[in-house]
């Protein structure tokens, strides 16, 4: 007998042949002379797990910032507001705990230059006692913050300045007051109002605000204390909170603590997270899909190797280990490479944003959710890789005696739960990307059925093809058309991946569409774009003529009363809120916990006539032009969007405060209002004949001609009619337009990397049928074929399946964008037909040019080496 | 040095019938449905190897020696029937149980050498020994290749030999771990005839200094001389057996 070394068997299990040496090595050794294929792989997955990691770094550093940043972004610990003035008195009875007030008066008006010649509007914010407690205004030249407060100055933005050509030291008329420009405010103020966003912000002493006669009269000024408390756990300042708004038991004031404008600002990046979160899994799930396509290809090179290794006593668990470890490697590599990508995504995203991000971002990202966003990219790579994988089980040992089909996928139970495994990650991942649980099975859900339709969709298209095909058609059209049922085809592969490649990044694109369109205002056409507000009664003849000389339409005008809701179907809206405000919802009923809070507190501009206008459209009940009996319900018309919030419908009841005077009142209309039109809308409507006796100011709108600015009007009121404010949209929406090109920038750059995911999905889709390409075209020249013929052949091949992959994949498309436009985005589908039109032929442009970059390569191929086994 | 160990057949009055036989085939069949039709490849095989024979396979194409012998060497499934390989049924085996049983005492030789690309000639060698957990095994495959007159090219890749080559890196492979039964499927059919002789030679060579049985498939009738036992197929079915004298000592 032999005299043979004594050994140590290899082991019998998965995981103990993973975790052999053997493996790697021979997973290492069966790299060779495929690791360019092999790059591609890891490359598939690098573009999506940077846009995961640059998301999710970008939305972890945003959120960690607000949760730091919260009372800068407040400024106190308590911020008292109210439309009327805060009665002084009250602070003397404040409890101990209150260490410092602060006092804010904010208004709109126009700031101008002495002489007059130019003028703007501004945010005014007149302000005293230390205010800001938590956040370093950042002044140029420094410290004149302080200075600000012996009076006489006034502080800036530098746009402002540099719009009039001013410098600091210069003199700037408010309203009857001039004052010199103390300095320029570059950061660090908070914010109090929410309409001071659009506005840049001037900044006076409180004590100077009397004598620029401005604070009188105006019904836009807004009224703020803020509060510094004594420092102590959050128990013991939520009780200080709760016991200062006991001393304010009259409607109308607002409360904000650094924990709510936190929830404010997050609420506010809610939606572009969400957009960014599809994005980030569109671009993972096509990074997947490539995983797949690459991997599929790899193994069916591997195949005879695989074979041999069964021949020579390789366990199926080891052989299937070689590959899965070559899988994990490359993964890990392709991961490594995305987490750094994604890393500079991060950094390049924080700098495009510039300022536009409410909170300061630092341009690195945070370690920890760094690798956590790698690792679960990293391991949606390997649960991909493992579909492909399952083919090694089925590669018969005796495929090295004659050439057999190739494995493949089988319908037992392993690809099952491969397949539930990936459903599984997909859904975790979305949910990882901060979808709720139902948004998050909607997405998957769309996902696994896009994949069966396109599976379903190819299997239909081999059928119809070898059907239909006539031996009367030309012999290379037949023969290309054939290849798509033949076997050894790549229809399924070639629908599977490049289809839902076309399906998700068009369907990204779609998102993007929706989002950008929601964001973006409609300034163009004949709509009114200055409204001039808080015209009181009497004032209205003498402003309408006012424009009338100066040869400005009057669009349109309306009355407004403020008012409040008090109650609907009988039920107290207040008194919940108020409970939501001291963190007692959990006892709330859960009906009250679905009327979004800005709809309990908000106060409503609500106006009276008897005639929808022409951005409405009523879709339930109808407008009443009537008040009715002195006794009945007054009914009411609600925007549809408020009735859903609050959960009425037409009959329903709502008793609302009308400053201070109870009105019953029935829903008696819904209308749906375009409000990307910058036309008088309200989300209540009364019939006349009710609200003329309620205090009240009047709203004119006009439309200040293109390439004139409004001074002249707003000069001319200042002497008329000093109360009436001027809201100018068309310098609001210069800065609304500049706020979202920043958006649109960071949007645009993510959805590239999307389309950079795509790539290598349709390199590996075409590596899949390359072998077999190459071998029958070799033969086929072998046989007398010209080079032209073959690439005929190729190019009706490539060319009908990404026409017809382009195809199922855009009608894919269509049907999410449109089911996303209805329920999620509410809003019309507004399908990009160019867009779609592009995509189709260059989906068409691209399989054709990859197939006849296929032939280029057939071409050079050496018969010789072929015949030998060895091309 | 390997110890020869000598082939013992049933149906060779020379040896000593209780020698207990490498391969036993019983009443084999092999059946392919596709597409709702049957077709039939192999019909009742009998057939027993006993360690060191030769035994040479011969018959038409499609006569279903390939067949026969990936069923012999556990790489199919019959259909019905019983092969026994070493004492042990590969019926009642799994994939991997038959994988393990073929690590122990099988090798091969292909037609198209089956050496896998992406491995040096000295580790498509050391494959075996490393699938046995094998570690020292180097200078073994080392050596085994200096004897097929590799030496200087063990660290070629496939793609860099010649078909006469790869077929001698092939035999090494088998011989490195020396199985108790060889299954050769046309070792020369893609080799001319300069290059097939030595590959011949070295292959009978290693069988006989290793004792291995060695179950041959060609359509080479000077080859299948060389066996001890020329079984001849036809249709799926043996037709005829004939001992050339040869025998184990060949």
Known sequence: ?871 | MYIVEQGISMADPVFPPLQPPVLEVRNLVKTYTEAGSALTVLSDIQLRVRAGETCAIVGPSGSGKTTLLGLCAGLDDATSGSVLLDGQALENLAQDGRAALRGRCVGFVFQNFQLIPTLTALENVLVPLELRGDSAGRPLAEALLKRVGLGERMGHYPSQLSGGEQQRVALARAFVRPPKILFADEPTGNLDAATSAPVVEMLFALNRESGTALVLVTHDPVLAARAGRIISMRAGRIVSEEHTGHGHTA
């Open chain 1, 1 to 871: 007998m032999a005299t043979l070394p004594k050994t140590k068997p290899l082991p019998g299990s998965l995981l103990g042949a993973f975790f052999h040496a053997w493996t790697w090595r021979m997973a290492w050794r069966d790299s060779r002379q495929q690791r360019g294929r092999l790059s591609l792989y890891a490359l598939s997955i690098a573009a999506g797990i940077s846009a995961l990691v640059g998301i999710h770094t970008l939305k972890t550093s945003v959120q960690h910032g607000i949760e730091t940043q919260a009372k800068a972004l407040l400024g106190a610990d308590l911020l008292i507001s109210s439309r009327r003035p805060i009665g002084e008195e009250i602070f003397a009875k404040m409890p101990s705990e209150v260490r410092k007030t602060g006092r804010e008066t904010a208004f709109s008006s126009m700031v101008s230059i002495p002489t007059g010649e130019r003028s703007r509007l501004v945010q005014v914010r007149a302000v005293a006692g230390g205010y800001p407690f938590y956040a370093t205004v950042e002044t140029e030249p420094p410290e004149v913050w302080g200075r600000l407060q012996t009076g006489g100055g006034i502080l800036v933005e530098g746009a402002l300045l540099e719009e009039f050509g001013l410098a600091v030291g210069d003199w700037l008329k408010l309203g009857a007051r001039e004052l010199r420009v103390l300095g320029v405010v570059k950061k660090g103020v908070p914010r109090s109002n929410r309409f001071s966003g659009f506005a840049p912000e001037v900044f006076i002493w409180h004590e100077d605000l009397a004598s620029t006669g401005l604070a009188g009269g105006n019904s836009l000024v807004y009224h703020h204390r803020s509060l510094l408390l004594e420092a102590g756990s959050a128990k013991e300042l939520s009780a200080v909170v709760s016991t200062i708004m006991g001393f304010f038991p009259e409607r109308g004031v607002e409360f904000q603590t650094p924990e709510k404008r936190r929830e404010a600002v997050g609420e506010s990046l809610n939606r572009v997270n969400e957009y960014l979160g599809i994005t980030a899994l569109v671009a993972l799930v096509l990074g997947g899909i490539g995983v797949a396509g690459a991997m599929h290809a790899h193994l069916k090179r591997r195949a005879q190797a695989v074979a041999v290794l069964l021949c020579l006593g390789c366990s199926t668990h080891m052989a299937f280990a070689v590959y899965l470890a070559q899988a994990g490697a490359l993964g890990l590599a392709g991961s490594g490479v995305g987490t750094v990508l994604g890393a500079v995504l991060h950094a390049v995203v924080v700098v495009a944003a510039g300022d536009s991000l409410p909170v300061y971002v630092s341009p690195w990202p945070e370690p920890g959710i760094t690798l956590l966003s790698g690792g679960t990219g990293f391991l949606l790579c390997c649960g991909f890789s493992l579909l492909p994988l399952l083919q090694i089980r089925n590669i018969p040992p005796g495929a090295t005696l004659s050439e057999r089909p190739g494995a493949r996928m089988g319908g037992d139970w392993a690809t099952r739960g491969v397949c539930a495994l990936l459903v599984l990650l997909v859904f975790g991942v979305a949910l990882f990307n901060g979808a709720t649980p139902r948004r998050a099975l909607a997405l998957t859900f769309g996902l696994s059925f896009a994949f069966l339709a396109l599976a379903g969709a190819a299997q239909g298209l081999m059928y119809l093809t070898k059907r239909f095909l006539r031996p009367a058609w030309p012999y290379l059209l037949r023969q290309g058309i054939s290849n798509l049922y033949r076997p050894h085809n790549q229809t399924v592969l070639f629908l599977l991946s490049l289809g839902l490649g076309i399906f998700l990044l068009l369907t990204s694109w779609g998102v993007r569409t929706l989002l950008v369109r929601q964001m973006r205002f409609d300034a163009g056409g004949n709509g009114p774009n200055l409204y001039l507000v808080d015209v009181q009664p009497d004032q209205v003849e003498a402003v309408s003529g006012l424009l009338h000389a100066q040869q400005l339409p009057l669009i349109d005008s309306a009355p407004m009363v403020t008012m409040r809701i008090a109650s609907v179907k009988g039920r107290q809206l207040e008194a919940r809120a108020a409970r939501k405000s001291e963190s007692e919802a959990a006892g709330a009923q859960a009906d009250a916990q679905r009327v979004p809070r800005w709809v309990m507190e908000r106060e409503y501009r609500s106006t009276y006539r008897a005639c929808l206008n022409a951005t409405e459209t009523l879709v339930a009940g109808e407008l009443s032009s009537v008040a009715g009996g002195p006794d009945a319900a007054v009914p009411v018309s609600l925007e549809q969007g408020l009735a859903r919030d609050l959960g009425v419908e037409v009959g329903d009841t709502m008793v609302l405060d009308v400053q201070g005077v109870l009105l019953n009142a029935r829903v008696s209309s819904l209308r749906k209002v375009d409000w990307s039109k910058f036309n008088l809308n309200f989300f209540m409507v009364f019939p006349p004949g009710v609200l003329e006796g309620a205090p009240q100011f009047q709203l004119l709108a006009t439309r200040i001609p293109a390439g004139q600015t409004s001074g002249q009007l707003q000069r001319a009121l200042l002497g008329l009619a000093p109360n009436v404010s001027a809201v100018d949209l068309t310098s609001i929406l210069s800065t609304v337009a500049a706020l979202l090109e920043k958006a649109v920038r960071i949007v645009q750059i993510l959805s590239g990397f999307t389309l950079a995911a795509g790539v290598p999905v349709l390199l590996g889709a075409l590596l899949n049928g390359r072998e077999q390409r190459v071998r029958e075209s070799v033969l086929l020249r072998t046989l007398g074929a010209s080079e032209r013929q073959v690439r005929t052949i190729l190019l009706v091949e490539y060319a009908t399946l990404g026409a017809l992959s382009a195809l199922a994949g855009s009608a894919l498309a269509i049907g999410a964008q449109v089911a996303m436009a209805r329920w999620i985005f509410h809003s019309p589908p507004g399908l990009d037909w160019a867009w779609l039109a592009a995509a189709f032929f260059g989906a068409v442009l691209a399989s054709s040019l990859a197939g006849l970059a296929l032939s280029r390569g057939i071409c050079k191929h050496s018969p010789l080496l072929l015949l030998r086994g060895n091309g």
